[in-house]
């Protein structure tokens, strides 16, 4: 639930921003059109299959997913980025190159700044805790893909992160839940 103070500014950027946007890509995507209810259900099931979205979705999973990016903006430009982000979390097309999910809001709130590489020359401390444990490299794809769901761990929602085998999920997972303060990680 937002702030009170908060929901009026919300209201107006939802009718501005977030309902536009929703219709465009729900009538791109075939989850609303003419068609009657059962030919749209059996659509919406097979929309993953193009390519479009990595996993089939209804017009209320893309609102919901929307919204977890964008429950907790203070701005303007946090809430455009959290729809953008809420869209594209479950793009297949192109997500990698989709510019949104390398993206984070500067401090002052004036510009996109692109997530960069983090990697610096290991020493050998370093590389003996890497051995000991699973270490992630700070790419910024990596920054990226972790930013996508660490407001939900910060606050303890559920989420599903999908992937295939090998890809890296566990590793992400690890990342960000070491970064909670007061966390452990049992396995």
Same mark, same amino acid.
């Given at each position: 639930?937002?702030? #009170?103070?908060?929901?009026?500014?919300?209201? &107006?950027?939802?009718?501005?921003?977030?309902?536009? #946007? %929703?219709?465009?890509?729900?009538?791109? *995507?075939?989850?609303? @059109?003419?068609?009657?209810?059962? +030919?749209? =259900?059996?659509? =919406?099931?097979?929309?993953?299959?193009?390519? &479009?979205? %990595?996993?089939? /979705?209804?017009? /209320?999973?893309? %609102?919901?997913?929307?919204?977890?990016?964008? $429950?907790? $903006?203070? /701005?303007?430009?946090?809430?455009?980025?959290?729809?953008?982000?809420?869209?594209?979390? @479950?793009?297949?097309? @192109? +997500?990698?190159?989709?510019?949104?999910?390398?993206?984070?809001? $500067?401090?002052? +709130?004036?510009?996109?700044? +692109?997530?960069?590489?983090?990697?610096?020359?290991?020493?050998?401390?370093? *590389?003996?805790?890497?051995?000991?444990?699973?270490?992630?490299? =700070?790419? $910024?794809?990596?920054?990226?893909?972790?930013?996508?769901? =660490?407001?939900?761990?910060?606050?303890?929602?559920?989420?599903?992160? #999908?992937?295939?085998?090998?890809?890296?999920?566990?590793?992400?997972?690890?990342?960000?839940?070491?970064?909670?303060? @007061?966390?452990?990680?049992?396995?």
């Amino acid at each position: 639930m937002q702030p #009170v103070n908060m929901q009026d500014k919300y209201k &107006q950027w939802t009718q501005e921003i977030a309902l536009p #946007v %929703i219709s465009y890509v729900a009538q791109r *995507v075939g989850l609303i @059109n003419e068609q009657s209810n059962q +030919q749209q =259900q059996q659509q =919406q099931m097979n929309i993953g299959q193009g390519g &479009q979205f %990595i996993l089939p /979705t209804t017009l /209320t999973g893309l %609102i919901r997913n929307i919204f977890s990016h964008i $429950s907790v $903006s203070k /701005t303007k430009q946090e809430f455009g980025l959290g729809i953008a982000r809420g869209l594209g979390a @479950n793009d297949g097309n @192109n +997500q990698i190159n989709f510019l949104p999910l390398g993206l984070y809001l $500067s401090q002052d +709130q004036k510009q996109l700044i +692109q997530f960069e590489d983090k990697l610096i020359q290991p020493d050998i401390v370093g *590389v003996l805790k890497a051995q000991q444990s699973e270490t992630m490299l =700070q790419t $910024s794809e990596a920054q990226g893909l972790n930013s996508l769901f =660490q407001l939900w761990i910060e606050r303890g929602e559920h989420f599903l992160l #999908v992937g295939p085998e090998g890809a890296g999920k566990h590793m992400l997972l690890r990342d960000a839940l070491k970064k909670q303060v @007061n966390s452990e990680i049992a396995e």
